[in-house]
């Protein structure tokens, strides 16, 4: 196998550990969204406001909620694109430093456990902001 092959078959791999163990630790496997019904993406609020009737309190405490996670979730990338950057050029030595590469691994996930812990953060928050009212429609909104 040439050098060329290996590192393709390498990141092939890696990728495919990456994203097994991020539909394992969400949940998902074909169950689609898990917080389906209890948990609104600003998104779907913002576009459902006016029938909403939030208040203006509500927007800003909304609107407040989105840019810290957007903050904190920039910072999460960029620990991200280094440690993946780290593990590539790992995967690049012959042979492979397990401890170094796998070292590199935990942190890339501990990174996107941290992005997803922030949006779920959010989410909770939104939804702490909406009235009973509120929330209903939405669910009635999700279903359809």
Not at 37 to 58: M, R, S, V
Not at 66 to 82: F, G, L, S
Not at 121 to 131: A, D, E, F, G, P
């Amino acid at each position: 196998m040439t050098k060329t092959m290996f590192f393709k078959s390498s990141i092939l791999l890696l990728c495919l550990a990456i994203v097994s163990s991020i539909s394992l630790a969400q949940g998902i496997r074909g169950k689609g969204d898990v917080f389906k019904g209890k948990l609104f993406p600003p998104k779907i609020i913002l576009e459902h406001q006016d029938t909403l009737g939030l208040t203006k309190n509500q927007f800003k405490a909304i609107k407040a909620a989105v840019v810290e996670v957007q903050t904190n979730v920039a910072e999460h990338e960029w620990d991200m694109r280094e440690a993946y950057r780290r593990v590539l050029a790992e995967l690049d030595e012959t042979p492979i430093d397990e401890g170094k590469a796998l070292e590199n691994i935990r942190t890339v996930l501990q990174a996107e456990n941290q992005v997803k812990l922030a949006q779920v953060t959010m989410l909770i928050r939104i939804r702490n902001l909406l009235t009973d009212e509120q929330i209903e429609y939405l669910r009635k909104q999700q279903r359809n």
